[in-house]
C-alpha cells in the first residue's frame, strides 16, 4: 500500500506537468483545509523486558504490531511568493493492538532453571500526533480546481503502550495479566502530498489528500527503532482566504 502510494503521487505530479508549463498564477491569499480519513500501513514491534524474580532475572518479549488507523487532520498556509504557500499542518491517529508475550521465568527451586511462558494483551495503544510545517506550490488546473503538492520536516509526537512485566504465581508458573506501561517519545521524520481542491464557490470546496509521512522512534525496551507515519489518504473541506 505504501509503494502505491509513493507511485499514486509520482503519476500525480507527471499529469500535472503540463498545466505548470501554462504558469497559472494562484491568486488566493491562503487556505485552511480540514480532512478525515485513514494511515495506511503497519509497523513491527517487539520490546523485551527483564526483572529480578527469585534472585534470577526473568526476561519477557512482547511482539506487536502497529496497524493502520483513522485519521484527523487541520491545516492551513499563507501565500509568501508568487504560487507558494507556508503553513502547518496537524494530524492525529490512533490504533490498537494486541501482543504475543513469550518468557523465561527462573525456578524458585533451583538455580539455573528457566521455565517458559506465554500469554497475550490486547487493547495495547498507538497514538501519534504530528505536526507538518510545509511549502506548498499551488498549481491552479481551472477556475474551480488546483492542486498542491507540499513537502516539509514534520514532528512526532508519539504515545505507544508496552508490556513491561509479566505477573507470576506459583506453582506452575502460573501468568497473570501483563503489565503494560506507557511510553512518550517526541522525533523529527518528513513528509511530502499533494492535495486536490474543487471549489463549490468563492471561498468554499471540498478535496481529497494523498500524504506520506515517515518517522522513527525507539521506545523503552525495544530492540530496534520503530518507523512512524504512512500513507494517509483522506478528503474534507477547504477554505479559501
Known amino acids: 500500500m505504501t509503494k502505491a502510494g509513493l507511485l499514486a503521487l509520482c503519476v500525480c505530479a507527471g499529469a500535472a506537468r503540463p498545466v505548470a508549463a501554462q504558469t497559472m498564477?494562484?491568486?488566493d491569499k491562503g487556505f485552511v483545509t480540514v480532512n478525515g480519513g485513514v494511515q495506511v500501513g503497519s509497523h513491527d514491534l517487539t520490546a523485551n523486558q527483564t526483572f529480578p524474580l527469585y534472585d534470577e532475572t526473568a526476561t519477557v518479549t512482547a511482539s506487536s504490531k502497529v496497524k493502520s488507523g483513522g485519521l484527523f487532520d487541520i491545516?492551513?498556509?499563507y501565500r509568501v511568493w508568487h504560487n507558494v504557500a507556508v503553513g502547518v499542518v496537524y494530524t492525529f491517529t490512533s490504533s490498537d493492538s494486541s501482543a504475543a508475550i513469550t518468557g523465561s521465568i527462573p525456578d524458585p527451586i533451583r538455580f539455573?532453571?528457566?521455565r517458559p511462558v506465554s500469554a497475550n494483551a490486547s487493547g495495547l495503544k498507538h497514538k501519534e500526533n504530528a505536526l507538518h510545517l510545509d511549502a506548498t506550490w499551488m498549481m491552479?488546473?481551472?477556475d474551480k480546481i488546483d492542486v498542491g503538492f507540499s513537502a516539509g520536516p514534520s514532528i512526532f509526537f508519539v504515545k505507544q503502550d508496552v508490556v513491561s512485566s509479566l505477573p507470576i504465581t506459583e506453582p506452575g508458573p502460573a501468568v497473570g495479566d501483563p503489565?503494560?506501561?506507557n511510553d512518550t517519545e517526541t522525533t523529527v521524520g518528513l513528509n511530502l502530498g499533494v492535495d486536490v481542491t474543487y471549489l463549490l464557490s468563492r471561498k468554499w470546496g471540498v478535496g481529497g489528500v494523498a500524504r506520506y509521512t515517515w518517522g522513527s522512534a525507539k521506545f523503552a525496551g525495544t530492540d530496534d527503532s520503530v518507523t512512524l507515519g504512512g500513507l494517509?489518504?483522506?478528503g474534507g473541506l477547504r477554505l479559501r482566504f
Request: proline share 11%; net charge negative.
Open 232 to 234: 494517509q489518504l483522506g
Open 140 to 142: 491552479p488546473v481551472t
Open 25 to 27: 498564477q494562484w491568486t
Open 179 to 181: 503489565v503494560v506501561s
Open 112 to 114: 539455573d532453571a528457566p
Open 75 to 77: 491545516g492551513g498556509a
